[in-house]
């Protein structure tokens, strides 16, 4: 069963980035989710919106 959601490591390793960045690019989606009205949980972001704002979405596929 995958995940539900991708820890700060998990995004940095998919997207080579520093740990810091990873974190920036968490806070920005999960605001972005919570103006479209869902609940978030500080420092993770859910799989599939990430996979979607990064062009994996529901028909393509990503690397776990």
Same mark, same amino acid.
Not at 18 to 33: D, G, K, P, V
């Given at each position: 069963?995958?995940?539900?959601?991708?820890?700060?490591? =998990? @995004?940095? /390793?998919?997207?080579? @980035?520093?740990?810091?960045?990873?974190?920036? !690019?968490?806070? =920005?989606?999960?605001?972005? !989710? &919570? %103006? !479209? +009205? $869902?609940? @978030?949980?500080? +420092? &993770? @972001?859910?799989? =599939? $919106?990430? &996979? %979607? &704002?990064?062009?994996? +979405?529901?028909?393509?596929?990503? =690397? /776990?």
């Amino acid at each position: 069963m995958t995940k539900v959601f991708m820890t700060a490591k =998990e @995004v940095q /390793d998919f997207l080579e @980035v520093s740990r810091t960045t990873a974190y920036q !690019l968490i806070s =920005e989606m999960n605001e972005e !989710l &919570k %103006e !479209l +009205g $869902y609940r @978030v949980q500080r +420092g &993770k @972001v859910n799989r =599939e $919106y990430f &996979k %979607e &704002k990064y062009c994996y +979405g529901k028909n393509k596929e990503m =690397e /776990d």
